[in-house]
Every structure is written in structure tokens, then in C-alpha cells.
């Protein structure tokens, strides 16, 4: 069993998936619709947690539960017909040789089920799609054909559960909250408006309405069943509702209203008389609306099949055209996996983290790390709001390089959590740097770290160690200064406060303490003497590259910098105080303890060249520290760095009584860092492929297994092994391996680390999921949690930026391709098309000598058939000359390897 990719856009096709547990497919669009949806339809549609049309569910649901958005058909007043496979009658035959076939089809927000049943003699296609022009409704269009050689007579009747509230409620307060709704029919559908709502904001009064509408160009519904026990009656359930086994329907008509019970999308259609081989075509639309008649207004100008198709058509190609990064290699079935990882991102600016059924924790939204990892794809694709978004997103940053962890729905807003819960996440300080990097190398614009944005409050204070008592929420949730200001700092001021105070705050081994967790958030039970070797590493990396930055500033005559006076402490000349744990910790507090209310407000000026002298030096010292301290050696003769210890001190990784301990984390790092000297870059490939790498499973575990449930460490050793964090397949570190990889000229080795993942991933045997990455991949090769992972876009930016070598630097486009020989294609040629400086580009590589990486460089350019020489380094082209190229055509930019060697 498999799935068939169809063409170059991520469609594809798939026979039966109804056999295999767990899929689901999402559909939305960026007004909000959240829906997911399984090859018998299930799954939910929500707005927000609080705010669910269908009622939620979570991957257990999708099997479990008989709620779906069923569909019903009465054949001649007597046999009953699921659409969706959802009669008693078709689950009993589902793996005899009776089972009805099913074919999905799909791609980007559309799905089509077609279920055929030669019993009944009819074939149902059930299509659905989210608009993309924005309105808040999930659209399906039902059709049935009679495919038998006699007259039928079809009656449809749609059973789809509206629950219209809060996701809390599934347990708590269920009923109670039933007996808030208010249920009205109209001519055309039913519709549901809570008076209140019941969830963790409160009692409020309810301003949302639900609603199922249907119909065509010529009918709209005879009757109604508005209220779900009228249906599934006494005894019955929605596998079997009672209500259709009954002689004659007993149907509401419009107009009519009640209220306090659970209600239902029922909406009956006329008893149509069939033709052999004729079709009949209705649209159902399950819609939002801010008030009854905004909630109609978005739903029943799609009630015929030309609006529907319209939409569909529209919809289809609205996300064909926003996933705008297409390869052509040796590989087209990994050329067309690419699109799907392309396409992931978008999801997960969209879902969050929370709102597909395999929901990892939360109640909706995003966390700090996606806000800034999810902006990498952007700039491969879509990089044209990227500067607002990363300026506003540095408003989350607290005075003392923490960050707010409550993220609200739009930009740039961030939440206090009036539950005071402290928990601070070590690596948080890493990720604004490296995106910020990325985006002033593909653009060019380093007058971005000279513009200015507040500070977070809230009560948080001294990196979570203390309670600001004085501040109030009526205060606001922006750090203001001894004149009751709000105080603004540039960003460049922003990224040296988070790195430069996780420099000072360091354990008993003079690493960067773990406090509630790094990436790993399931490293969560070191608190008090936890290090994070691994993050450590990667902050000097950070502060290597604000000085690389400070100095690019220079160049441009840019040499002094109005930072807050507070900083002036975290900047040193003594170095002798990185080997001071004591004074280190001394440092940070004084820092801390001036800013723990409000800041003063005064600012001071500092050299540019003072500056990257610190930076480097603290930098420095970090490397070597590392270097001296944590290389460790198994008695198999592999070698490796550690990167944590754990909260009785003790050093993690290594030889133990009970077997090899290596984690993954902790050789992306230092291999990304630059920390692994050239050497030990090899050795940690070796040691990884011994101890790590499980092909069945796709690749690179996360850790061996400790054989222990290490509560000196982390929740995931509770985790039976293989398991999420606890030795899973985790693609998104996964990927930084194979990325650091790519970064230390590993070519090859970067190439396995992505290629077993896609390869496993791609075998739908073995990962049982659509196309595109999940989360991780269980001890069984199962993928898990999938679509919503940070993965996709750090998969994207590798295979561009170091597979593919396409990358900026400080606005221009250099080529430093690291593509093997086995990845062109025929003709000895491999292409990558994306945006760059506004300007759509087609870049081909051609490598006619059949070289690897490491044998071949750029030997010549040629743009739209003309060479072109740069005025800098032969392996790029100036920014100016991209920018002069004529906008809204294609631009063919074709690159000559020869054998001449690296540059």
C-alpha cells in the first residue's frame, strides 16, 4: 500500500487509505479555519481553542469516536448508504472481501474521497477544500452517481455533530454547556449560538455563531434534524441513527428554534429519481460567522457547484503559488517530497502546534522557537513581510535576555501568564540570532539591527529566579524607565543582552545552566545544577557572528552604538573572569538586580571595535573550554562530545555501567559551532553511525538508551525508548545534523543524514503518513505527529543554502553547491527555482565531468544566456545586477562545475 505522487505540485493519489489507522490531512486558510480531516471524514474544524465547530479530537478520536461529517443516502425509501463509510453495516465488511473500494486524491488544502459500492450500484465523491479567499467556512461538495443499469430513487441526508465551543468542554462542563445553545433551521441550513461561554476565561457572553448549510443551484433542504438525539434516537448512535431506520422521516422544518441539547448539521434533502450512469451534486458549507447573519453571509454563496468549483479552483491555485520553491535533481520523487516539506511551514504558521490531532501540548499558538524557526522557510520563499515580523517579534525579549512563553494571535503580541508558572528555556537567546543572521545575508539589510523595539514585562524578573512585586498588569506588558517611559533598545541591543547574559549565568562545570530546558524540552528535571554543553557551544557561535556583524557595520562607516548603560557590566576586559564561576554569577546578578522594575533609561556609547573584541574573546574562550573539557572517548575506540550534566552534576554522555550514552544534541552543536575541530568532525560521524543511526527507523536517533529513568534529567527517560525524545527518529535534529554537517563540508555525510529520513519517510509501508516530514518516527517507523514540525523548515534552508549552496551574503547570491554526483539527473544537471532580491530565478547546475563536492568548483555563470563576471569572488553574483533584472518573468542563471578543486 502506497501513495502516487501526480505531477510536479504535490498532488497525489491513494487507494484505500481508510485501512490505515491515524491519517488525517489538514484544510485551512489565514482567516483563522483550522480543520483536519480523515479519509472517512473525520476529524475536527476550529477557529481557536475556544471555538470549535466539530468536536475536537485527538489522534485516539479519529478511531474511537463515531462522530464525522458523515453523509447519508437513502436508496428507493429503504437502504441505508454511508458516503463516508460510516454505517454499522460497511464497518463489519471493512476487511472482508466486500469492502467497498476508496480512492483519496488529494494535495496543498484539498481532499477528494471517492468511495464506490457495486451493492448499492452508486459512487459517491466527497471533495473538500477551505477557502482561500479568507472566509471562515470548510466547504464539501457531495456526489453521487448511479452506476447501475436501473432507475434509482436517492434521498441525501447529512449528520454532521456541530459542538460550538470551547475544547475544554469536551470533559468539563459538556453537558452544562449544551444547555447554553440556542438552535435555529433557516431554508437553507442549522445553526447554533451559545448564549455563554464556559472556559478557563471565564463566564462571557458568547459572540460566535456555527452553522451547516446545503444545497444546489435548484434545491435546498425539505426537513431538518437539528438536535443530535432526535437523530440517533433511543438506542441508536450515529452509526446507526435511529431516525432513517423509521418508516417515514420526521423532519424539522425552517424557521424552527430550540435550545439546551446538542446540535446537529441534519440537513435532508428531496428524494431525487435517478437516471443510470446520471449524477447528483449538492454543496454542504460548515461556517463561522461573528453574528447569524455574518455566519450565513460566509456560507450560502457557496451553496451550487459552480461557486464550489470556483472555489475550489481558486484555492488550489492560491497554494501552488505560495509554495514557490521547486528542485529538478536525479531524484524526482525527492524533488516532489520537497514541495510538500516546503509547503509545512505554512501549516504551522497557521495550526501552531496544537490544532491537528496529534496535538504535542498547549492550547493553540505558537512557542518562542517556532516564531523564529518558521521565519527560515519564509525567507527561502515568501520573504517579503520577514523584517516587520522579526522586528515585532523582538518584543517578546525581557531586559534581562529571557522571553515571554505565551504567545498571543497576532503579531508581535506577547502575554503575561497570570499564573506565574517560571520556566525559562536555556536555548531560547539562540534562535532570534541565527534567524536574524540569515535574513540580513539574503537581503542585505544590517540597518535592521539598528532599529529599535520595547522590552517584555511582566513579573518575571532575574532570569525567572525572583518576582518583580511592584509591576502591575494594568501596567502594561512593556519594560518602561525611571521616568515611566516605555524604553526602547535597538536590536542589535536586544541580541547582545540574551547572549551576553547566558555567557554569565553557568553551573559547577562553567557551562550555560539548563534551568527548565533546552531545545529538548523534555530535559526538564535539572533545574538547579543541569548544564547544557551542547547550547553552550552554539552561544558562542552566536556571539562570533555579532561581532562578524558589528564588523560588516564598520564597514559601512557604522562605529558606534547607543547602547542602555546597564550592559556596560556584561562587557569585560578581564578575561580571566570566564574561568571565575563565582564572579561570573556576580556579574549576572548585578546586571539583573538594576533592571528588576524598570531600567534607567540612560545610554551610552560604545566602539564598535570594543565590542567585537569582547564578543570574540568570550567566544573564544567558550571553544576552547569545551574543547578541553568535554571530548569523551568510549572503550570501543569512538569519540564524541558531551553536552549536558545532569542535576546531581554528574557528566551525561560516555561509558556507563549500562551501556554507550551519546546524544544527538550534542554533536549538531558542536559540529555547528564550529566547536569540533576538523578532526573530531569525522570521529563524530563514526561514533554516531555506531551508536545512533538505525536505517529501519530513518536515521539518526536522539540518544542510545540509557536503560534508566533518569530523573536527575529530563521527563523523557520515562519515555519508553524509541519513543519522542527518549531514542526517536527526531527529524528536526535529525536535520541539524545533517545540516552542520553540510556547514563542516561533510557533503556526503550531510546528504545520508537528510536523504534517510526522506527515503524512510517517502516509504509509506514503513511511515504510514502523507508526503512530508512528522515531528519523529516511532520505535515502529511510524511517523508521528506530523505537518507540525520545525523540521520542514530547517529541511528547506539545508537543502538550499548547503546542498544546494544557494545562499546570500550581505544581499548578494553566492554558489557553494555540495550536491553528489548521484544528484543530477541524465544530462548531468540539477536546478533549483526560488525568489531572491523580488527576482523569480531558475539556477542550474551543470557538472558534465560527473564530479563530486569536493573535486569540482564554479567555473563560470551565465545569466539569461549572457556570462557574468562579478567584480568580487567568481562564485557569486552582486545584488545590484540581481535587482537590474526585469521583474514577473523567470530568470535562468546557469552555473559551470569544473575539476579545478574547492576554492
Given at each position: ?8 505540485q ?93 480512492v483519496?486524491?488529494a ?14 450500484g ?26 447501475s ?16 465551543r ?36 471565564g ?12 444545497g ?25 441513527p ?30 431525487c ?19 447569524e ?55 504551522r504558521?497557521?495550526?501552531?502546534c ?14 518562542w ?11 527561502m ?63 542585505g ?47 542589535l ?20 545552566r ?54 556596560l ?59 578541553e ?15 549536558y ?59 542510545t ?106 544581499g ?26 523580488g ?15 569536493e573535486t ?5 555563470i ?31 542563471i546557469?552555473?559551470?562545475l ?6
Amino acid at each position: 500500500m502506497k501513495y502516487e505522487l501526480l505531477g510536479e505540485q504535490g498532488d497525489f493519489i491513494m487507494e484505500n487509505p481508510d485501512l490505515v489507522s491515524g491519517l488525517y490531512f489538514p484544510l485551512a486558510n489565514e482567516a483563522g479555519v483550522m480543520s483536519s480531516i480523515s479519509p472517512d471524514l473525520g476529524g475536527d474544524s476550529k477557529m481557536d481553542q475556544n471555538s470549535f465547530l466539530l468536536p475536537p479530537v485527538s489522534i485516539d478520536n479519529l478511531h474511537n469516536d463515531r462522530s464525522s461529517r458523515n453523509i447519508w443516502c437513502r436508496i428507493n425509501g429503504k437502504e441505508l448508504w454511508s458516503l463516508t463509510g460510516r454505517s454499522a453495516w460497511q464497518q463489519a465488511k471493512k476487511f472482508s472481501r466486500y469492502k467497498e473500494p476508496v480512492v483519496l486524491e488529494a494535495g496543498f488544502m484539498h481532499h477528494k474521497i471517492t468511495r464506490i459500492s457495486e451493492e448499492i450500484g452508486c459512487k459517491a465523491e466527497l471533495s473538500s477544500v477551505v477557502p482561500a479567499t479568507g472566509e471562515t467556512v470548510e466547504l464539501m461538495k457531495i456526489q453521487i452517481q448511479n452506476i447501475s443499469n436501473e432507475y434509482k430513487n436517492l434521498q441525501v441526508i447529512t449528520a454532521i455533530p456541530m459542538y460550538a465551543r470551547s475544547a475544554d468542554n469536551i470533559r468539563d462542563h459538556r453537558h452544562v454547556t449544551a444547555l447554553l445553545h440556542r438552535i435555529k433551521t433557516t431554508d437553507c441550513g442549522v445553526l447554533v449560538t451559545p448564549t455563554m461561554t464556559f472556559d478557563e476565561r471565564g463566564h462571557k457572553r458568547n459572540n460566535r455563531s456555527y452553522g451547516v448549510f446545503g444545497g444546489n443551484e435548484t434545491q435546498k433542504p425539505m426537513g431538518y434534524y437539528p438536535v443530535l438525539g432526535d437523530f440517533i434516537g433511543e438506542g441508536g448512535n450515529l452509526e446507526t441513527p435511529r431516525a432513517l431506520f423509521e418508516s417515514c422521516l420526521d423532519v424539522k422544518g425552517a424557521n424552527y428554534e430550540t435550545g439546551g441539547y446538542e446540535a446537529l448539521g441534519g440537513l435532508c434533502f428531496s428524494e431525487c429519481r435517478v437516471a443510470p450512469q446520471e449524477t447528483i451534486t449538492y454543496v454542504i458549507a460548515m461556517g463561522y460567522g461573528k453574528s447569524e447573519k455574518d455566519l450565513m453571509e460566509n456560507c450560502c454563496g457557496f451553496l451550487s457547484e459552480a461557486a464550489f468549483d470556483r472555489c475550489w479552483n481558486e484555492t488550489k491555485e492560491y497554494w501552488k503559488d505560495k509554495v514557490n520553491v521547486s528542485l529538478q535533481t536525479g531524484n524526482s520523487e525527492f524533488d516532489r517530497f520537497m514541495k510538500w516539506v516546503s509547503f509545512q511551514p505554512m501549516l504551522r504558521r497557521i495550526y501552531g502546534c496544537s490544532f491537528l490531532p496529534h496535538h504535542d501540548y498547549g492550547k493553540g499558538g505558537r512557542g518562542w522557537r517556532d516564531l523564529w524557526q518558521d521565519c527560515l522557510a519564509l525567507l527561502m520563499m515568501n520573504p517579503g513581510g520577514v523584517r516587520q515580523m522579526l522586528l515585532d517579534h523582538f518584543g517578546g525579549v525581557r531586559f534581562d535576555g529571557t522571553n515571554a512563553t505565551i504567545i498571543g494571535s497576532g503579531q508581535g503580541e506577547f502575554i503575561a501568564d497570570r499564573n506565574n508558572i517560571t520556566r525559562v528555556w536555556m536555548d531560547h537567546g539562540i534562535w532570534p540570532f541565527l534567524t536574524t543572521e540569515l535574513y540580513i545575508h539574503q537581503t542585505g539589510d544590517l540597518g535592521i539591527l539598528l532599529e529599535s523595539n520595547s522590552y517584555f514585562k511582566d513579573m518575571q524578573a532575574v532570569r525567572g529566579e525572583e518576582k518583580d512585586t511592584l509591576w502591575k498588569p494594568e501596567e502594561g506588558e512593556r519594560l518602561k524607565d525611571k521616568e515611566n517611559h516605555i524604553y526602547t533598545g535597538t536590536i542589535l541591543e536586544h541580541l547582545l543582552i540574551q547572549n551576553l547574559t547566558s555567557f554569565y549565568e553557568v553551573g559547577e562545570h562553567n557551562h550555560i545552566r539548563i534551568r527548565g530546558a533546552d531545545w529538548n524540552d523534555a530535559l526538564d528535571l535539572a533545574n538547579e545544577r543541569g548544564e547544557s554543553v551542547a547550547f553552550t557551544a552554539m552561544y558562542a557561535s552566536n556571539l562570533d557572528g555579532l561581532a562578524a556583524l558589528l564588523a560588516a557595520l564598520g564597514a559601512q562607516g557604522i562605529n558606534e552604538f547607543q547602547l542602555a548603560e546597564e550592559i556596560l557590566v556584561l562587557l569585560t576586559e578581564d578575561v580571566t573572569i570566564y574561568d571565575d564561576i563565582n564572579r561570573k554569577k556576580e556579574i549576572l546578578a548585578e546586571y539583573c538586580n538594576k533592571s528588576i522594575h524598570q531600567v534607567s533609561g540612560e545610554k551610552m556609547t560604545i566602539r564598535g571595535d570594543r565590542l567585537q573584541k569582547d564578543l570574540k574573546g568570550k567566544a573564544e574562550w567558550i571553544y576552547n573550554h569545551i574543547r578541553e573539557t568535554e571530548w569523551v572517548t568510549s572503550k570501543d575506540g569512538h569519540g564524541w562530545y558531551n553536552g549536558y550534566y545532569d542535576n546531581s552534576g554528574n557528566k551525561v554522555e560516555g561509558d556507563h555501567e549500562t551501556g554507550v550514552r551519546m546524544m544527538l544534541t550534542s554533536q549538531v552543536f558542536t559540529l555547528m559551532s564550529g566547536t569540533a575541530t576538523n578532526h573530531q568532525v569525522r570521529e563524530i560521524v563514526k561514533s554516531a553511525n555506531a551508536y545512533l543511526y538505525r536505517r529501519e527507523v530513518g536515521g539518526y536517533r536522539l540518544n542510545t538508551d540509557f536503560h534508566e529513568v533518569k530523573m536527575d534529567l529530563g521527563r523523557m527517560f520515562g519515555f519508553a525508548y524509541g519513543h519522542k525524545e527518549n531514542g526517536a527518529v527526531f527529524s528536526h535534529m535529525a536535520v541539524m545534523f545533517g545540516n552542520a554537517l553540510y556547514r563542516r563540508q561533510a557533503s556526503k555525510e550531510g546528504y545520508g543524514a537528510l536523504f534517510a529520513l526522506f527515503d524512510h519517510c517517502s516509504d509509506f509501508e514503513k511511515s504510514r503518513i502523507y508526503p512530508g516530514i512528522p515531528e519523529y518516527i516511532d520505535a515502529s517507523g511510524r511517523g508521528v505527529y506530523h505537518y507540525l514540525t520545525g523540521a520542514a523548515s530547517w529541511y528547506l534552508v539545508t537543502v538550499l543554502t548547503q546542498m544546494f549552496g544557494i545562499r546570500g551574503y550581505y544581499g548578494n547570491l553566492t554558489f557553494r553547491p555540495q550536491l553528489l554526483k548521484e544528484q543530477f539527473d541524465e544530462n548531468n544537471q540539477a536546478s533549483a527555482s526560488l525568489e531572491f532580491a523580488g527576482r523569480s530565478l531558475k539556477i542550474i547546475y551543470k557538472n558534465p565531468e560527473q564530479l563530486e563536492p569536493e573535486t569540482y568548483q564554479v567555473h563560470g555563470i551565465t545569466i539569461n544566456g549572457v556570462s557574468y563576471q562579478s567584480g568580487r569572488q567568481d562564485s557569486m553574483i552582486e545584488r545590484e545586477h540581481i535587482i537590474s533584472l526585469p521583474e514577473h518573468q523567470l530568470h535562468i542563471i546557469e552555473i559551470s562545475l569544473n575539476g579545478m578543486g574547492r576554492d
